[in-house]
């Protein structure tokens, strides 16, 4: 600590937004505590990479103290947050309380199942390294079974892959899986709406769509899922076989935006002030996916990196402002007026679709195909600054474009897989009519 000032700033979450916020206002007379339940920080833009065993976790993953260690006034407290005090201005912990005088409270969003919790322990979602490590290891042991399958003569099937929803994460995962092994994977795309990436221009969903088909993965639109159940997914009266199942389909906002206790959406974002603050509580602000803030034209913020960065920023530099001219927080009535109100940036939106396919809205520019992947994989690469290990990822992502090749095949932690069973492994106690188990890994 810096010892020049006792206002105390509490950031809980340590993703896109929370680490902007410390970032910026770190060079203010200020002490700073990061709140996170992970000691990391996740680059979940690429965490599908480790999913599809293209990148391994420490690549996309990096220490919360490292990244923040140079800043004298920043400490780190890894730490579940359960509850606020608004009244008492404390943040709770299963085990302490840590008092405030600025809030920001940047923990994000998780997977909605849509009122079908039971269906995430057969087809899990991606939002955490913990998450893409499981999906892995689900993905690598399917066609560890197939290959023992047809090694004992049992045949030779394709395996069923099935993503429900057809966003940036399901569209990215489906071509990637293919990608494995390309003679063995059948991928399926289930989509409840008419098109793929829906939240871009429809002449880019299109196109998408077609990326897609032309990559071989079998895309169904305007379908809804009713029932998943280990090793199979329903549409309707259709069932369908599935060696993995995986759910990119819904977001909420993370149970924290209930607990502050003002009014949120129904997907559990919090309602702000244009300031990101909250109503008659000016010193605490809420940011990134966990905030529901419109924009001048009344169109909600979408839950993308750019919009938790900028905000970030923005609350950082508007609580260094307000302490510079002596009063933190305002008013809220000094705060009225526009010139305190968050305003973004939209400097466009990527999306890619599989090897040298992408799509790419720059305001009304729209590319698809190769230069919208080249764009792709720039902006990413850009965005891991900050990450001792960016040059490893360019150099693992320009081996694997060249020799085909996935690098992190590893296969950790439990040899069942929900729903399949695989050929007599002669160890009776190892096999279960529920689950898969491998015995021998090739
Ligand atoms: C698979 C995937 C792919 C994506 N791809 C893109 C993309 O290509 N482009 C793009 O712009 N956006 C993408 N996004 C969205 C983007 O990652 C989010 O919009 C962004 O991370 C939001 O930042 P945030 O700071 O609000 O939350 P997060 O980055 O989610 O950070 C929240 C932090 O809060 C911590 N936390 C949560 N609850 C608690 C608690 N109770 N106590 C303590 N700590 C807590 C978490 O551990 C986490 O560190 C993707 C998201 C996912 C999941």
Not at 22 to 43: E, P, Q, W
Not at 289 to 306: E, F, N, Q, R
């Amino acid at each position: 600590m810096n010892g020049k000032t006792s206002h105390r700033v509490v950031i809980v979450g340590a993703g896109f937004g929370g680490l902007n916020a410390a970032r910026t206002l770190a060079s203010s007379s200020v002490n700073i505590t990061v709140v996170d339940r992970k000691n990391h920080h996740t680059f979940q833009p690429l965490l599908y990479q480790v999913a599809t065993a293209g990148l391994s976790p420490g690549e996309i993953a990096a220490p919360i103290r490292s990244i923040l260690s140079r800043h004298k006034n920043v400490e780190v407290l890894m730490a579940e947050v359960t509850g606020f005090d608004l009244e008492r201005r404390v943040v709770q912990t299963a085990d302490s309380e840590v008092a405030y005088d600025s809030l920001i409270v940047a923990a994000g969003a998780s997977h909605a199942y849509f009122g079908h919790d039971e269906w995430q322990t057969f087809a899990p979602g991606l939002k955490t390294i913990e998450d893409a490590i499981e999906i892995r290891r689900r993905v690598l042991l399917a066609f560890e079974l197939a290959e023992r399958r047809a090694s004992a003569g049992e045949g030779d099937d394709q395996l069923n892959f099935v993503i429900v929803g057809g966003g940036p994460t399901g569209v990215a995962l489906a071509h990637d899986f293919r990608a494995i092994d390309p003679r063995r994977a059948r991928i399926h795309l289930i989509e409840g709406g008419p098109l793929v990436l829906p939240a871009y221009p429809e002449d880019l969903s299109r196109s998408a769509l077609e990326q897609l088909q032309r990559l071989g993965v079998e895309v169904l639109t305007s379908t809804m899922v009713t029932k998943i159940e280990p090793g199979a997914i329903y549409t309707g009266a259709t069932r369908m076989n599935a060696a993995v199942i995986l759910w990119a389909a819904g977001v909420a906002a993370s149970p924290l935006g209930k607990k502050l206790g003002v009014p949120i959406d129904r997907a559990g974002r919090v309602l702000v002030n244009p300031d990101l603050s909250l109503p008659n509580y000016p010193e605490v602000f809420v940011i990134g996916d966990l905030a529901a803030l419109k924009d001048a034209s009344g169109k909600l913020l979408p839950g993308v990196a750019p919009v938790a960065i900028q905000q970030g920023r923005f609350v950082g530099k508007l609580i260094a402002r307000e302490l510079e001219s002596g009063a933190s927080p305002l008013s809220p009535s000094l705060r009225e007026g526009g010139s305190f109100d968050f305003h973004y940036h939209d400097k466009g939106s990527l999306a890619t679709i599989g090897r040298s396919a992408a799509i790419a809205q720059f305001g009304k520019i729209h590319i698809s195909g190769f230069m919208a992947w080249l764009a792709w994989l720039f902006v990413h690469i850009l965005f891991l600054i900050g990450f001792r290990n960016r040059v490893l990822v360019f150099i693992q992502w320009a081996w694997s474009y060249f020799t085909y090749e996935r690098g992190a095949r590893l296969i950790t932690g439990s040899t069942n897989l929900p729903g399949w069973s695989g050929p007599p492994s002669g160890d009776p106690s190892t096999s279960d009519s529920e689950e898969m188990t491998i015995v021998n890994h090739k």
